[in-house]
């Protein structure tokens, strides 16, 4: 199998799960270039995740995650002074049932750890899911006035830029989703009082 | 004029020479199925011997059966037809060893084939989704070529791909 072209490995990394790419990432420098290259690639990382959802081909595989809060009795040790009740742990399973495998379920339990944001002034506990897209995860803290999307998979992280009207207008409302027609994920962000009022964020494709 | 035509091209029958002598002689039909033929009898139009250099027979006979295969379920396009074809390529690519997926693969990519290339592709990453990093390094036949520390540290920024 030596020596395949880039286009040829391109279409093959369409269909790994994103665990197994970024540990390939580890095989060679051209490989490491390549896979860095792919995942910052919009059109790359829109078909991996429409092969993830359409897997209707013979390979049946998928893979799920599932992020979740557990508590945490002992002192991790680099958030020594954080640590004190609950922090976020990413549940990946999938299942590969290749011909020649037979079938396989795996599973991997992580714990994320959360970026040192503004000196370490947020901690896992303070974060709370509010809702999730494709994979990417918003989570809201301070009575929504901080937002954070995570990208669990890629251990990657986003803390949106603060509200200018939080400070007189009440939020009522916060979501966050794709929109197809800008080909964009949007997170909005609704205030009630003293009128109604929307703020929209529109992001780059991860 | 038009009936002339497509009496042309559905009978019309192209000869494919591989990079080892050894001739095809295929309906057109089946044979542009592959993009970069398709493009050749396109542009040259009459030519009908076309040379293929950097394919040799054996896999260009595989190639091509798997177009037959595929060009003739298109004719009769019923429904049914799309579950024989999947099980026909699982058939297919199921007992090919590392050695023939990859040439088949080069092939493949060569003449241009996208659905055999996508048929191709899943197959060898079925072969490597979950497997270490040696794995795939003995699988592709790469070599590390990383500065001393280089790997470390990119498995440590990885460290969770790694469990």
């Known amino acids: 199998m030596a020596s395949l072209p880039d286009e040829v490995l391109e279409i093959i990394f369409l269909w790994v799960p994103a665990e197994s790419l970024i540990r390939f990432e580890c095989v060679s420098r051209s490989w490491y270039n390549l896979i860095c290259a792919l995942i910052n690639d919009p059109a790359f990382v829109a078909k991996h995740l429409h092969n993830l959802n359409n897997n209707n081909n013979y390979y049946y595989y998928s893979s799920a995650s599932l992020v979740f809060t557990r508590a945490c009795h002992h002192v991790g040790f680099e958030t020594k002074q954080h640590c004190n009740n609950a922090r976020y742990s990413l549940l990946n399973s999938f299942t590969d049932d290749g011909v020649e495998n037979g079938d396989r379920i795996g599973s991997v339990v992580e714990d994320l750890s959360l970026p040192l944001l503004h000196g370490g002034r947020y901690r896992w506990s303070d974060w709370f899911v509010s809702c999730h897209c494709d994979g990417i995860i918003c989570l809201c803290s301070d009575h929504r006035r901080n937002i954070m999307l995570c990208n669990p998979v890629l251990r990657e992280f986003k803390l949106l830029p603060e509200s200018q009207n939080y400070d007189n207008w009440s939020c009522m409302g916060i979501g966050f989703g794709y929109d197809s027609r800008t080909d964009n994920y949007k997170f909005v962000r609704i205030f009630q009082e003293p009128r109604v009022k929307a703020e929209v964020y529109r992001l780059a494709v991860w | ?163």
């Open chain 2, 1 to 163: 004029m038009s009936s002339s035509s497509t009496t042309t091209t559905t009978t019309r029958l192209l000869m494919l020479k591989a990079s080892d002598g050894v001739t095809f002689e295929v309906e057109e039909a089946v044979a542009t199925k592959l993009g970069a033929i398709n493009n050749m009898v396109e542009e040259e139009g009459s030519e009908d011997l076309i040379c293929l250099p950097n394919v040799n027979g054996k896999f260009l006979g595989m190639v091509l059966e798997w177009c037959k295969k595929h060009a003739n379920n298109n004719t009769n396009s019923d429904k049914g037809n799309d579950e024989v074809n999947k099980w026909w390529d699982k058939e297919f690519v199921m007992d090919l060893d590392q050695n023939t997926l990859y040439h088949l693969l080069m092939a493949a990519d060569y003449l241009s084939g996208t659905e055999l290339v996508d048929l191709l592709t899943e197959k060898v990453a079925s072969m490597i989704r979950g497997k270490k990093v040696e794995e795939i390094r003995e699988t592709f036949k790469i070599k590390s070529d990383f500065l001393p520390g280089q790997e470390e540290e990119i498995r440590k920024k990885n460290s969770w791909a790694f469990e």
